[in-house]
Structure formats: structure tokens, C-alpha cells
């Protein structure tokens, strides 16, 4: 099946990419149901376009749940058709501890642009890092309540959330509790503390179009006092972190322990 390279290396250029452009946007907000409504795509990618065009949709999480196609996710996805992938500028984010102050480095910028990450999310937001304290996620709170305010789907992937009297697990008790009623959903998703293989990495991801990646746990010490650093990435990569954190969670690695709303 073709990929999404592939469909950039069939298409016509301008004429092409306009047009799949033009008659995706103008389907904004409409059900895809299936492939079959995508008929229309052989006329720009051949035999089988339709097939291609509907797994790729899938793939760049194009498609809300119900089926409607979204307009960011759409958005990214057409740019790197075009082979112009609306990347970020690479940006470090840093934490330095006490007495370490550099030129030109902001050194609450790690906290900082969490805060920005979480708070310019509209549609699903998720979040991995295998140790969760009070002082760090709730440097995070007042953005993750914005978020579930505003509707989004929220979800923490993390360790021992599982175990009641764990520090993440009471660490997210403020937000079980102020999560209740929103219209976000909140989803907690945990491996047990006797897991055989960690979840290492530190991730958050915004939309299917933003990411970081980094070393910071959400704790007091790693977003206020560690020398930590982090890498805002774009829509290439945040898909790819998506996927895999997605594949975690199918293959039952995590666990859901929580949720404010019953798994789609």
C-alpha cells in the first residue's frame, strides 16, 4: 500500500497537490466513512489512490472518532505532501539549577514551554514520563484543566499509577478530581513498578503536530532544579511518537487505571 512518501512522489506538482488540497479542505468537518468516499483520489494518484489516501488519513490521525475529518492533523499532512513539513524551528527547552546562568538561556524554560505546549492543544494531548510528583505536575494543572476545558483528550502514560499510595498516583489526584464534569477526557494509562522494562522516555505531544522530547520527569526537581534539556520537534515526529506510545497501550504494556470517560 502506498505510504505518504509515496503519495507525495505520485502526485502532480502544483496542480495536483492543489487539488487534493482543495477537495480534502472543502471536506472539513464532513463523516469519512471509508475509502469509498474517497473514490474521487484515483483521478489524482491512480489505481488504488483511494485505499492510500484513507490508511494515510488514518495514519496523520486525520479523522476525529466519529469519523470527521479534523483540520490541523489535515493541515500538517498536506504540507508534507508538498515535502514542506510545517517543522517548528528546532528550540531547546532548559532547566538549570541554581547558580548556572547562561546568556540567552531562559532557565525555567522547560517549565515554560510545557505550560505553552499544554495550553495551544485543541483536540488530544498526551503525555509520558515513567515518575510524576505533586510539585511537577502541578506546575502543569491549570493547562491541563484549559485542556479538558476546552474538550480535548488527555492522556498520561506513566508507572505505578496503578498503586494507591504511589507518589504519581497522588499526583494526579487533583486532576481526577477537577476532571470530573469537563467535556475533555482523561485518560491514565500505567505499567506496574515490577514491570520488566521501563518506560523511559519523557514525551509530550500536541495535536499529531507538536512534540517534545526530553529528560525531564513531571517532578518539582526536573522542571525547577536539574540541569535538563528538552527538543520541540514537529509533525513528523510527533506522529511517530504517537504510534508508538499508541502501539504500547494495544499491546497492553500499559494499562489503562483510569479514565473519566469509557475507552473509544
Sequence with gaps: MMTMTAISERIQRPDGVQRLGQALWMMVGERIG?????????????????????QTLLDWRCL???GQLLARPLAAFLC??????PEVGVSLLWTLPDGLQI??????????????????????LMLLAPYLENQGVGQLQDELLGALARGVLVIF?????????????????S????????????????APVTAPVLLHSKLI?????TATIGSANLTGNALRRNLETGVLVGAQQAIEIERVVRGAIELGQVRLVFSTSEPS
Design 205 to 209: 505531544v500536541v495535536d499529531g503536530v
Design 64 to 66: 476525529s472518532g466519529e
Design 34 to 54: 471509508s475509502h469509498e468516499d474517497l473514490l474521487w483520489a484515483n483521478s489524482l494518484l491512480g489505481s488504488g489512490g483511494e485505499h492510500a489516501l484513507w
Design 157 to 173: 502514560v506513566t508507572q505505578d499509577a496503578n498503586s494507591l499510595g504511589s507518589w504519581a498516583s497522588a499526583s494526579l489526584e
Design 175 to 190: 486532576l481526577r478530581r477537577e476532571a470530573r464534569g469537563l467535556p475533555g477526557h482523561l485518560f491514565v494509562y500505567s
Design 103 to 124: 546568556d540567552g538561556i531562559n532557565p525555567m524554560g522547560y517549565a515554560q514551554g510545557l505550560r505553552s505546549l499544554i495550553g495551544s492543544s485543541r483536540e488530544r
Design 80 to 85: 508534507a505532501v508538498w515535502e514542506a513539513t
